[in-house]
């Protein structure tokens, strides 16, 4: 990552005094990754850079390469990496695991297990690379009072971390609309010091449901969760760090999601990249997994349990213990 104080022009100066870094930085833009991810209205919104200076910035962004052989793409891709979900049968379904760059979308009736899963890949993303972690940690956006360190303990002891799974997460409690987007946009900061590899939004339209009521502001409503899950994609790809999100349900004739499908409108359904439906088979600690949408995988199922131990393979569950305990949202 290229600080801001290195950006020149073709002459060498640079670009970019100490106020207007401070500006870029209080906006949440501390690399010239970032600022590379911003459009030029994005720019001039910014207080104390005049549009001469944008114009220099943008035109340094449009002097890079715009156009790709379709196998510079697929050696690009390359530099996608997976992190396990703690079940094999899952992780398959996925093609290996929830990869970076993207977003990937869980939703789920209440109590299916989408915290759970939250949880879950919070501690993973932790363990080395050989292990399917990415050797880093999680910065949790909790916006239903939904985080749990206690579980986090029990999932940490059952892949050998124990309390110190506590340390590799970064909690932001999100108590509002703005607050959430506040938290999102300064988020670059703690990204690079903390080494985060994993961004979790639990759950992702609480607050854009309970503080937008009404057709008359749906509108804005999806302006705003448009421009939150911009931000969040850009994050994903500037950093090569997973983007998982957990989502609420809204009631629907569907019979495999029991009467219910995802929030949030086509907005969110063009933004993740993945789209996963997770629902509870009867009182059981069992649940079944749909991928629902995805550019390049197949549509399946994986069944998966959620125990004390966290997200397991039945079979594994079954074989540590006749007795699986069910543990739900």
Not at 177 to 191: E, G, P
Request: net charge neutral; with cysteine; hydrophobic share 35%.
């Amino acid at each position: 990552m290229t600080d801001l104080s290195e950006l020149k022009d073709s002459k060498g100066n640079k670009l970019l005094n100490s106020r207007q870094i401070r500006n870029l930085e209080d906006a949440g833009i501390t690399t010239i990754e970032m600022l590379n991810t911003l459009t030029k209205r994005e720019l001039k919104e910014i207080s104390g850079i005049g549009d001469e200076t944008v114009e220099k910035i943008w035109n340094i962004i449009m002097n890079r390469k715009h156009f790709y052989k379709a196998q510079e793409i697929y050696k690009k891709r390359k530099q996608v990496k997976k992190l396990t979900t703690g079940s094999k049968e899952l992780d398959e379904l996925l093609g290996g695991g929830i990869e970076t760059q993207s977003i990937t979308e869980l939703a789920g009736e209440y109590g299916a297990g989408k915290s759970q899963l939250a949880h879950q890949l919070s501690v993973n993303v932790q363990l080395p690379e050989e292990q399917g972690g990415l050797n880093g940690k999680a910065l949790f956006f909790d916006t239903e009072d939904t985080f749990r360190p206690e579980r986090i303990v029990q999932m940490g002891k059952a892949v050998g971390l124990g309390e110190k799974a506590l340390d590799g997460i970064v909690l932001a409690p999100c108590y509002t609309t703005d607050h959430q987007i506040f938290l999102l946009n300064h988020a670059d900061k703690v990204i690079k010091e903390q080494n985060i590899k994993l961004i979790i939004v639990d759950s992702l339209m609480a607050h854009f449901r309970s503080e937008y009521i009404g057709r008359e502001v749906l509108a804005e409503r999806q302006q705003l969760l448009n421009r939150y899950l911009e931000k969040l994609k850009r994050l994903a790809r500037a950093f090569n760090i997973v983007a998982f999100v957990t989502n609420q349900a809204v009631s629907t004739p569907d019979a495999f999601m029991q009467g219910s499908i995802p929030v949030g409108g086509n907005i969110l359904g063009h933004a993740s990249t993945t789209r996963l439906w997770i629902r509870q088979v009867g009182k059981t600690p069992k649940r079944i997994i749909r991928l629902l949408e995805s550019p390049y995988l197949p549509e399946g199922e994986a069944v998966i349990q959620i125990t004390e131990n966290g997200i397991e393979d039945i079979e594994k569950a079954h074989l540590r213990s006749p007795h699986v305990k069910e543990v739900s949202e």
